[in-house]
């Protein structure tokens, strides 16, 4: 069974910068690989909404909210997906979750992803 477990959340001033972690365990020898992995975000009273997502082939995407101040990498060998995050808004503060795309795509509709995490808060002040 796919477990996914985020890092790397906290507290930071506007203008700071975090670094999330994802970590994927109980994966099949080389197939994180293949999955497409999503960063998704919940603010509190808000639906849960779509930040960026990184595919198979290493190709990125993010809401246009984040564009220029996100960035998403992968680590396939440590199985592991990163969301770096510049430039903070008080409007970032929220829940972070990663979500995998078994499939290998980064669909913004987060019922397309089979496994998330617990998430980790992050909170922007101003």
């Known amino acids: 069974q796919v477990q996914l477990v985020e890092s790397g959340g906290g507290l930071v001033q506007a203008g700071g910068s975090l670094r999330l972690s994802c970590a994927a365990s109980?994966?099949?020898?080389?197939?994180?690989?293949?999955?497409?992995m999503g960063w998704f975000r919940q603010a509190q009273g808000k639906e849960r909404e779509f930040v960026g997502g990184?595919?198979?082939?290493?190709?990125?995407y993010y809401a246009n909210s984040v564009k220029g101040r996100f960035t998403i990498s992968r680590d396939n060998a440590k199985n592991t997906v990163y969301l770096q995050m510049n430039s903070l808004k008080p409007e970032d503060t929220a829940v972070y979750y990663c979500?995998?795309?078994?499939?290998?795509?980064?669909?913004?509709?987060?019922?397309?992803?089979?496994?998330w995490g617990q998430g980790t808060q992050v909170t922007v002040s101003s």
């Open positions: 979500a995998a795309n078994f499939g290998g795509s980064t669909p913004l509709d987060r019922n397309a992803y089979e496994r």
């Open positions: 109980g994966v099949l020898f080389n197939t994180f690989s293949n999955y497409g």
């Open positions: 990184i595919s198979r082939f290493s190709n990125t």
